[in-house]
T-cell receptor, first 113, second 115 residues
Framework: DSGVTQTPKHLITATGQRVTLRCSPR?????VYWYQQSLDQGLQFLIQ???????AKGNILERFSAQQFPDLHSELNLSSLELGDSALYFC????????????FGPGTRLLVL | DQQVKQNSPSLSVQEGRISILNCDYT??????FLWYKKYPAEGPTFLIS?????DKNEDGRFTVFLNKSAKHLSLHIVPSQPGDSAVYFC??????????????FGRGTQLTVWP
């Protein structure tokens, strides 16, 4: 158990809908990262928050947004969902930012029908 | 652009033998490297890491070697056990304070250890 929790574990929804994925980092970690893993892709970095502020952005679509709250939990919002958004979404956390170990949650499996 | 590459999608090794997983990178700014292990339907689990100031780091049965000049790292598992069967991801990170602090992942190598 990494100490990072993610909910829900599974999510099935329809095209055009909006969903919210939630992540709670390990106790003491200030950074939260979101990654997407599709069938034909490796783990792709989406976005990083550090202590409530956006720190880095990767290949995140404009239809996707995230935030980190004062209690350090984070939410990833996916809107106008398309079939191609079906993937595993992982959250990771670390103490600071930069070159250090990130600990991953169990992931949310999203299926868009 | 894949900055971290794992060119072997799969590796099959007999129990008790050595498993060697390889990883290459292209970005010379990377200075911290990690290996993660992933079972199906679970998140990646941190295994071992190495900083660019070292060329070797060992933790029990796992040893990571780093060759900076060749931009290559490898993970050695000795002896391999059936429970080691999983997908292994190599990841790299750039210096602290940079916006490149995120992890760049390879596509993974499926290791199968057979009895």
């Amino acid at each position: 158990d990494s100490g990072v929790t993610q909910t829900p574990k599974h999510l099935i929804t329809a095209t055009g809908q909006r969903v919210t994925l939630r992540c709670s980092p390990r106790s003491g970690d200030l950074s939260v990262y979101w990654y997407q893993q599709s069938l034909d892709q490796g783990l792709q970095f989406l976005i990083q928050y550090y202590n409530g502020e956006e720190r880095a952005k990767g290949n995140i679509l404009e239809r996707f947004s995230a935030q980190q709250f004062p209690d350090l939990h984070s939410e990833l919002n996916l809107s106008s969902l398309e079939l191609g958004d079906s993937a595993l979404y992982f959250c990771a956390s670390s103490v600071g930012t930069g070159a250090e170990t990130q600990y991953f949650g169990p992931g949310t499996r999203l299926l868009v029908l | 652009d894949q900055q971290v590459k794992q060119n072997s999608p799969s590796l099959s090794v007999q129990e008790g033998r050595i498993s060697i997983l390889n990883c290459d990178y292209t970005n010379s700014m990377f200075d911290y490297f990690l290996w993660y292990k992933k079972y199906p339907a679970e998140g990646p689990t941190f295994l071992i890491s190495i900083s660019s100031i070292k060329d070797k780091n060992e933790d029990g049965r796992f040893t990571v070697f780093l060759n900076k000049s060749a931009k290559h790292l490898s993970l050695h598992i000795v002896p391999s056990q059936p429970g080691d069967s999983a997908v292994y991801f190599c990841a790299a990170s750039a210096p602290r304070g940079s916006t490149l602090g995120r992890l760049y992942f390879g596509r993974g190598t499926q290791l199968t250890v057979w009895p």
